[in-house]
């Protein structure tokens, strides 16, 4: 990777966080696969789909590492992006970043999408290119949130149910012989489940939330539960090679957390999702969710001071080639 795509990174990132290594590991491989995407379409345009592109921090490098390769395979060819993220993200700073920095000069389309991954997003057989940032474990509707309990074999079906149907979607719209990157925070075999990557945190920052009395300890493991179900490399290979890839990479980082988790970081991706939770199902007015994620920073903070929350994070990382 060259030197100065990787100073980027950390300079737009400005510290080192896991969204940041991940997303640094994640550009490897979709250089790779930039490099060996299906031959032009009769309209010599490349068109590439990001999933998951949050306030754009990491768009601007896997754009420009995108446009690069089309350059340099056939110098005529223009590159088209879609970013898509959930509708009340703010698509105004993603086209921003992208639209400032040296993406410009390659002068792409642009165009953003409010929908949700798991839903299909473009015309069939359309994508050269799809890249997902470390996202594919939030579940689409956490059961318990619906009232219906907080069982673990209800989670894993929604877990696959939400994957299968990712996968699906993008099978479709990608062109004959596309590529599909992939990452998400992977467990061990056999130890796929809720939280698997953060279950001492957040049982700590909620004993530290009731002990302030911002909410009972009940209230908190509840509806301060990440929406996240992290899942075994076997399961989601399976799930890929059922819907039709004919030759995927499978690579894992390991990162370690006294580097990477910081509370800031984790404060940063929970905030929306956790006051949308607390105001829709939890009951709180959204200045009261606002009060309450601020006790949940500082507890988180706290939390990841004490030794026995940090462990080792791992990263599952897949390109796969459609049939």
């Not at 410009?104 to 949700?116: E, Q, R, V, W, Y």
């Not at 009731?210 to 009972?216: H, M, P």
């Not at 105001?279 to 200045?287: N, P, S």
């Not at 940090?310 to 049939?323: D, E, G, M, P, S």
Request: aromatic content about 8%.
């Amino acid at each position: 990777m060259p030197a100065q795509t990787v100073k980027s990174m950390v300079d737009y990132n400005n510290k080192a966080t896991i969204q940041c290594k991940v997303a640094a590991n994640l550009l490897k491989y979709i250089i790779e696969a930039a490099r060996n995407l299906p031959p032009l379409s009769s309209d010599q345009c490349v068109r590439v789909l990001e999933n998951a592109c949050s306030h754009g921090v990491n768009s601007v490098d896997f754009a420009l590492a995108v446009c690069q390769a089309a350059a340099n395979r056939d110098p005529s060819a223009t590159v088209s992006f879609i970013f898509n993220d959930l509708p009340d993200n703010d698509f105004d700073e993603v086209l921003a970043l992208v639209s400032n920095s040296t993406v410009a000069d390659f002068n792409p389309t642009l165009h953003t999408l409010g929908k949700s991954m798991y839903s299909p997003l473009t015309k069939p057989g359309t994508l050269d290119l799809v890249y997902s940032n470390a996202s594919l474990h939030w579940l689409s509707s956490p059961p318990w949130l619906a009232g219906e309990g907080h069982s673990p074999s209800k989670v894993a079906n929604q877990a696959r149910e939400d994957f299968a149907a990712y996968v699906s979607s993008r099978h479709q719209e990608l062109r004959q012989g596309g590529k599909l990157a992939v990452s998400f925070p992977g467990v061990p075999d056999g130890q796929s489940g809720m939280n698997s990557c953060f279950p001492d945190d957040f049982k700590r920052v909620h004993e530290i939330v009731a002990e302030r009395g911002a909410a009972s300890l009940a209230w908190m493991q509840k509806y301060c539960n990440g929406p996240t179900y992290s899942r075994d490399r076997a399961e989601v290979l399976q799930d890929i090679e059922e819907l039709g890839a004919s030759d995927y990479r499978a690579g894992r980082i390991t990162l370690d957390d006294i580097a990477t988790r910081t509370a800031d970081m984790l404060s940063s991706v929970f905030h929306s999702t956790f006051t949308s939770m607390w105001v829709q199902y939890g009951g709180l007015k959204k200045d009261q969710a606002e009060d309450l994620m601020d006790v949940f920073s500082e507890a988180l903070h706290q939390a990841l001071k004490e030794p026995k929350t940090l462990r080792v994070y791992h990263l599952w990382v897949i390109v796969a080639t459609k049939k």
